[in-house]
């Protein structure tokens, strides 16, 4: 929101000489972001003068349209000839007046303007235009000065354009929609300098005749539950829009249009009411509000063909929608350089509706900006009487006396407050005469009664001098519809008492015992990951719907349903993930994507399963603490939300380099991610189990399953050839997810017992069926070596004809080693015999080469 300080002071008596650094400290401390104060005459130094346009030559040859001008700056350039400028717009012609800066002037920014040739003239200065100036953002052509501006070429330009003026630039909280007005910041800015405020809303407007202005159905009171409409007939359209209106629009960053559109937005900046202006000979028969039907079509004011929802709310006539209702009008109804009646429309929609079709359509315009935050639901009379008689004070023509008001407002909800409630959460005292002093400046009416709920035990504690039983029954005002429950009036009194009065105490640090074991177990799980290379991502946990048919998930599989959000960030992504994997591998595409060919990332985070039969949550308000049976009744429909660990990779493991090939990632090291974390967490060896498994989205031939204490915690492997496809990945790319809340928890682990003594390293093949998993006959061989085996480690896996078909040779590297004596040889052969025998007997191995 920009708004000058002139345009201010109109409606609140702010002090002559308010320096800038106090007005900008008056906004901060009532809770508004002021994001810039600019006092507009040191914005641009130098010769800023009045030109008028005399000659104009197109010149030609060049990527771009290039004019060559002369323009009268009378005697500003010390010579009183005419001044050679080159420019680029296209929107002046001969005899415009133009705001001209001569050689030695400095533009916003730092931009020195001088003497230079360029395209093969002399351009001596700029014709500037309204971005140029720091007035606003349109850089679509040059300030053209308006016919009754009655300053001369060569008169100083800052007058004229405001740049005399200071401009304020806040960024307005979504809580506070009635800040994006003149009459919002001012109202507050009275209540921060104590400086009497008229309310530009506070003025008689004649109210529904008999006879409307226009024939108008409200099919959904909902979602309109006010709608006013005026008629002007025989205005002038060949009017332009007044200068000083034009400059106000600018400087809040608004361009002008016509008269008539512009006179809706002027007053939409003043009131905080948008407004929309038809072209009444362009309306076929009576308008009807009404939610659209599904792929209905509707080309707004931006040229843009839309599809409506069945959600969005239309205006229509007979020809169907023509108008975004709340957001942007339609092409078939705008107000024309050639309108000469015009109907003037001021309604009240619902902000939720209105949030929902800005976002849906990605058309944030002013007045959705306004309608999602909330309007005043008392301003469609007065802005619409406001609207009537500018548009003919300006252009003539005849004020209908007809005026349309259909009125569905329900009235304000009173707010029953405890009048010690601010003490007791702020930890200032608050007399009761202060808050309900701070409470009528903001509008509210306030009464004051006993509480009928003085015996309710939720309401303990008073501030010094205050029964417990006295409270405040108070009606917010109607520009105020964020105030809904006490919490809400509370801030409202610190805020306008003023939050430097509240002191800064830093509560006392509890003791505790340092980390718990699950985030100890989490810490170490994430260090164990990054030592071994794999980057720690965090992504955001929404997915679309067709996600789980991307990662091939069985009908009957449990990830499939989804928690859907009631207000999603997009559309596009309105479920709360069910796995890791899918936000997970996304992350790996766009790597992929803009060049990263290998990338090995990981992800410990939560997903969301939705309670069997979970219905909506119950209502609870802010006024007290919920009770045990409300917070049970809360937590039967949050979902479930285990921790997972996940992991992804794809292209080389190992880069290749002058010492040789690289390797290529595979679904090995998406297993072995699993063993690291599983070892990370403190889980034994010998109480994990990996073993062959099939389960989506992985290939079916090379998956495994994670296994502790035969429960299965994760699965890890080579993502499915169609998921790659799907999701348009590399092919082999691997992946690991893996219940982190599943795991037991880590047995105490005994200090390890190191011996002096020299180990004996025997290596051994056996020659098993290629279906027996490595990992069963790793375990068959710990179990048959006894106590003196110390490891055990795969080396080498090896297929050959000579071996024979449907058969593998699995190496294994034994260590052997006493804890008090060097081991015999014959202890050790001993042991290695006891351990083949054990495998030959379970998987009828034999020893390669036997």
């Known amino acids: 929101m920009r708004v000058s300080v002139s345009w201010l002071r109109e409606y609140v008596d702010l002090p002559a ?34 030109g008028e346009v005399l000659e104009i030559e197109e010149l030609t040859g060049f990527k771009k349209p290039i004019r060559f001008c002369r323009v009268d700056v009378g005697a500003a350039n010390g010579t009183g000839e005419p001044q050679e400028i080159v420019c680029g717009a296209r929107n002046f012609a001969v005899g415009d007046k133009v705001v001209v800066i001569l050689p030695g002037g400095v533009l916003p920014g730092g931009f020195a303007i001088g003497a230079r040739k360029t395209y093969g003239r002399n351009s001596h200065g700029m014709i500037c235009s309204a971005q140029e100036l720091g007035l606003g953002d349109d850089h679509s052509g040059i300030v053209v000065l308006p016919e009754d501006v009655k300053a001369q070429p060569g008169d100083d330009a800052r007058p004229v354009v405001g740049l005399d ?13 009635y800040a994006l007005s003149v009459r919002g910041i001012a109202r507050e800015l009275s209540h921060a300098l104590g ?43 060949t009017v332009e829009t007044p200068g000083w209106m034009r400059q106000r629009l600018t400087v809040a960053g608004v361009r002008s249009i016509s008269l008539a559109v512009d006179i809706t937005n002027y007053l939409m900046l003043e009131l905080g009411q948008p407004m929309h202006a038809f072209d009444a000979d362009r309306i076929a028969g009576a308008l009807v509000v009404r939610r659209a039907e599904a792929g209905e079509k509707l080309t707004t004011l931006d040229g843009v063909s839309r599809t409506l929802s069945a959600e969005d709310l239309v205006i229509c006539d007979d020809t169907g929608p023509i108008s975004l209702a709340a957001v942007m ?18 309604a009240h929609w619902d902000p939720a509706t209105v949030g929902r079709t800005a976002r849906r359509h990605k058309l944030f315009s002013e007045a959705a900006k306004r309608w999602e935050r909330g309007v005043d639901p008392a301003l469609p009379l007065v802005a619409l ?58 509008g509210c009416t306030v009464t004051r009664g006993a509480d009928r709920l003085a015996e309710d035990p939720g309401t303990v504690g008073t501030a010094a001098g205050v029964g417990a039983g006295d409270v ?53 799980v994430a260090r164990s990951l990054a030592e071994r290379g794999y980057v720690e991502v965090l992504a955001q946990p929404f997915v679309a719907p067709e996600l789980v048919d991307q990662l091939g998930l069985p009908a009957d599989d449990p990830r499939r349903p989804a928690v859907r959000l009631a207000n999603p960030l997009s559309e596009e992504e309105p479920l709360l993930r069910t796995t890791l994997l899918g936000p997970l591998l996304g992350i790996v595409k766009r790597n992929v994507g803009r060049g990263q060919r290998d990338v090995a990332i990981y992800e410990i985070g939560t997903v969301f399963h939705p309670r069997p039969g979970a219905g909506a949550p119950p209502a609870m308000g802010v006024d007290r603490r919920p009770t045990d049976e409300e917070f049970a009744a809360a937590d039967a429909v949050v979902p479930v939300q285990p921790r997972h660990v996940a992991v992804a990779l794809t292209g080389e ?23 690291a974390v599983l070892d990370a967490a403190g889980i034994p060896a010998d109480r994990v189990t990996v073993r062959a498994g099939e389960r989506a989205p992985w290939h079916p031939g090379r998956c495994a399953e994670l296994v502790v204490d035969d429960v299965v915690v994760g699965h890890a492997g080579e993502l499915h050839p169609a998921v790659l496809a799907a999701l348009e990945l590399p092919r082999r790319t691997s992946a690991m997810e893996l219940d982190l809340d599943a795991l037991p928890a880590a047995p105490l682990a005994a200090g390890p017992t190191i011996s002096t003594f020299p180990p004996a390293l025997i290596d051994v093949a056996l020659v098993v069926d290629e279906s027996v998993p490595a990992a069963e006959v790793r375990a068959a061989l710990v179990e048959g070596a006894g106590a003196l085996l110390e490891d055990v480690r795969l080396f080498d896996v090896y297929t050959s004809e000579q071996l024979g078909e449907g058969r593998k040779s699995l190496a294994y590297k034994l260590t052997f080693r006493a804890p008090d004596r060097t081991l015999a040889g014959e202890e050790a052969v001993a042991a290695r015999d006891a351990a083949v025998a054990v495998a030959a007997e379970r998987f009828g191995a034999t020893l390669r080469g036997a």
Not at 17 to 34: F, K
Not at 661 to 669: I, K, P, Q, S
């Open 165 to 177: 003026d200071v401009v304020v630039e806040m960024e307005i909280t979504p809580d506070r929609g």
């Open 385 to 442: 009487d406001k609207a009537v008689r500018l548009l003919t004070d300006l252009a003539g023509g005849t004020t209908g006396e007809e005026v349309l008001d259909i009125d569905h407002v329900a009235p304000r909800t009173p707010v029953t407050l405890p009048v010690d409630l601010p003490s007791l959460r702020v930890g200032v005292t608050y007399s009761p005469d202060r808050v309900v002093e701070l409470l009528e400046q903001v």
């Open 472 to 524: 405040l029954t108070v009606t917010p005002p109607s520009w105020r519809p964020d105030l809904t429950d006490p919490a809400d009036l509370v801030e409202e009194v610190v805020r306008l008492d003023g939050y430097d009065r509240v002191p800064s105490v830093l509560p006392t640090a509890p003791p505790g015992r340092g980390l718990t074991w699950q985030q100890q177990r989490r810490r170490a």
């Open 329 to 346: 009008g339609g092409e078939t109804s705008e107000v024309l350089a050639s309108t000469t009646n015009v109907l003037f429309e001021a």
């Open 17 to 50: 000489d308010l320096p800038t650094g106090d007005l900008e400290q008056a906004l901060v401390d009532l809770g508004i972001e002021v994001e810039s104060v600019v006092d507009l005459r040191e914005s641009v130094t130098g010769p800023l003068v009045v």
């Open 653 to 675: 493991i190992e880069p290749a380099g002058w010492w040789g090939a690289g390797r290529t990632a595979g679904w090995a090291d998406a297993v072995e991610a699993g063993r």
């Open 195 to 237: 400086v009497p405020f008229r309310d530009p809303a506070d003025a008689p407007a004649p109210g529904a005749t008999a006879e409307p202005a226009y024939p108008v159905e409200v099919r959904d009171p909902v979602g309109c539950d006010r709608f006013a409409a005026r008629m002007v007939r025989g205005v002038d359209p």
